[in-house]
């Protein structure tokens, strides 16, 4: 049986429960009738998102990644604990949203849409995914607060919803191609937020 269901405006059909999203413009409607003459409500459009960060096998490395959208893009605020003290952590976005595997690989390379070298912000021309480096304090712990273009939170424009958040075991030295910051030692997905 198929079912239409309307989404931020557009119309998705879903077989066999599957729901294959489009996006178009959004409508000022609160509900929308489909073609049985029965109303949906209208699904909000994602704003805020978040990660909560989880140690890989051997590490204590945990925390919170907060994603909102904003005009200029994407604002990011990280608070991580359980880093060595006074260290720098490679810090990206990665293109898959998948924990199964205890070393974190399974969230695949960085999210690179555009196929773009790797960069350290504030450089525009970098992997979507590229967040820079955390900075631990004497403590282990670590607080970013910083926006970044290029990306959206569930929009046209590399969005980042349902993929990987993943810290590394060493910094991010910008180098090719993804900065030799080493092991995972912190995974997460990306999910809306509350």
Do not use: W
């Not at 459009?45 to 893009?73: I, K, R």
């Not at 605020?77 to 003290?85: D, F, Y």
Request: charged content about 15%; aromatic content about 2%; cysteine-free.
């Amino acid at each position: 049986m198929i079912r239409k269901v309307q989404i931020m405006g557009a119309a998705v059909v879903g077989l066999a429960g599957i729901l294959p999203l489009a996006l178009s413009a959004q409508h000022n409607d609160n509900h929308s009738a489909d073609s049985h003459g029965g109303e949906h409500a209208m699904v909000p459009a994602v704003e805020s998102a978040v990660a909560v960060m989880a140690p890989t096998a051997g590490n204590n490395v945990s925390g919170v990644v907060t994603f909102t959208a904003t005009h200029g893009g994407v604002r990011v605020v990280a608070e991580i604990s359980g880093l060595n003290p006074n260290s720098s952590h490679g810090f990206h976005i990665h293109q898959f949203g998948d924990l199964r595997s205890t070393d974190g690989k399974s969230l695949g390379g960085h999210f690179n849409p555009h196929g773009r070298d790797h960069n350290l912000p504030p450089r525009v021309i970098r992997h979507a995914g590229d967040l820079g480096n955390l900075k631990a304090d004497g403590n282990g712990n670590a607080r970013l607060a910083k926006t970044f273009s290029g990306i959206t939170i569930l929009g046209h424009e590399s969005p980042i919803l349902g993929r990987g958040v993943v810290i590394h075991a060493k910094p991010d030295d910008g180098g090719q191609p993804t900065g030799n910051a080493g092991a995972r030692i912190a995974v997460g997905v990306i999910g809306a937020a509350k």
